[in-house]
């Protein structure tokens, strides 16, 4: 089975970029400054944002992959890994 430890910092900061994401004027000054509103709820400051729009989707590639799980054609671990890609996120309407 594979497990993934979330800290509790982890999740404060996770609660903390759903908000931003959410606030439309919070967003733009998250894609304006990343450093600075990275720095401010405590995250990583060293990187990239790229802010999908209604035309362009950015897909992530991950770093690493479980080349056994891969090998054995683990459903489960395919989701995980479009999930990942994906940013968890879908657009029921298409923002302006």
């Known amino acids: 089975m594979h497990a993934t430890v979330t800290s509790r910092k982890e999740m404060e900061v996770g609660a903390k970029l759903g908000a931003i994401i959410q606030d439309a004027n919070a967003r733009e ?3 304006e400054s990343p450093e600075t509103v990275l720095t401010e ?3 990583k400051s ?3 944002i790229h802010a999908d729009t209604a035309d362009l989707v950015h897909l992530v590639i991950p770093a690493d992959v479980d080349k056994s799980r ?3 054609d683990d459903e489960a671990y395919f989701e995980e890994l479009g999930l990942a890609a ?3 996120c879908y657009y029921e309407d298409l923002p302006e």
């Open 29 to 31: 000054q998250l894609i």
């Open 46 to 48: 060293d990187v990239t």
């Open 86 to 88: 994906l940013g968890s």
């Open 41 to 43: 709820i405590g995250a």
């Open 70 to 72: 891969l090998a054995a």
